[in-house]
T-cell receptor, first 109, second 113 residues
């Protein structure tokens, strides 16, 4: 069975500092990987997915199959980035995603 | 024009009661889901349902049952509510196949007293 690990429950940085939210996965096949974000008292929404290879709100994530990681990065954090971030894996051919436990990012002014 | 909607937004009830949460999506998606988010923000999938199959997370008590009157709706019915059922419940939908992005509802905060 697949697993998604987000080792940090809480990440606290100051505005302008670089941010890296870690995500490691275990899955024997070719997964689809996603980052979802949940701002305070709002619904979860997709931030980005690995197949798009895009940058959203300054965030990027690269799939590293050798290290089985999909870390989320942003060079300069903003206060509005404060939110809960979830890494998710969807196995090929499956409807069922597996979510990590989430990392709470707090960006201080 | 909300893509995935849930009602009610808040639900406060007594232990032992039976309650339902409704979910509707207007995206034309073929798969819908229910998630439970606990007080530690851990997101746990409860059910996945499309017009072909229902997949149940085996850890979900059988007091919880999804009911789908049609492709656009997946309601969650809970019998004999317990204190531990207090959580935020999210409905989501996706289109099967490539992409797989999930669209979430706003959540229903259930409080069992």
């Amino acid at each position: 069975a697949q697993r998604v690990t987000q080792p940090e429950k809480l990440l606290s940085v100051f505005k302008g500092a670089p941010v890296e939210l870690k995500c490691n996965y275990s899955y024997s096949g070719s997964p689809e990987l996603f980052w979802y974000v949940q701002y305070s008292r709002q619904r979860l929404q997709l931030l980005l997915r690995h197949i798009s290879r895009e940058s959203i709100k300054g965030f990027t994530a690269d799939l590293n199959k050798g290290e089985t990681s999909f870390h989320l990065k942003k060079p300069f954090a903003q206060e509005e980035d404060s939110a809960m971030y979830y890494c998710a894996l969807r196995p090929g051919g499956s409807y069922i995603p597996t979510f990590g436990r989430g990392t709470s990012l707090i960006v201080h002014p | 024009d909300t893509a995935v909607s849930q009602t009610p937004k808040y639900l406060v009830t007594q232990m032992g009661n039976d309650k339902s949460i409704k979910c509707e999506q207007n995206l034309g998606h073929d798969t819908m889901y229910w998630y439970k988010q606990d007080s530690k923000k851990f997101l746990k999938i409860m059910f996945s349902y499309n017009n072909k199959e229902l997949i149940i997370n085996e850890t979900v008590p059988n007091r919880f049952s999804p009911k789908s009157p049609d492709k656009a709706h997946l309601n969650l019915h809970i019998n004999s509510l317990e204190l531990g059922d207090s959580a935020v419940y999210f409905c989501a939908s996706s289109q099967g196949g490539a992409g797989g992005e999930q669209f979430f509802g706003p959540g229903t905060r259930l409080t069992v007293l």
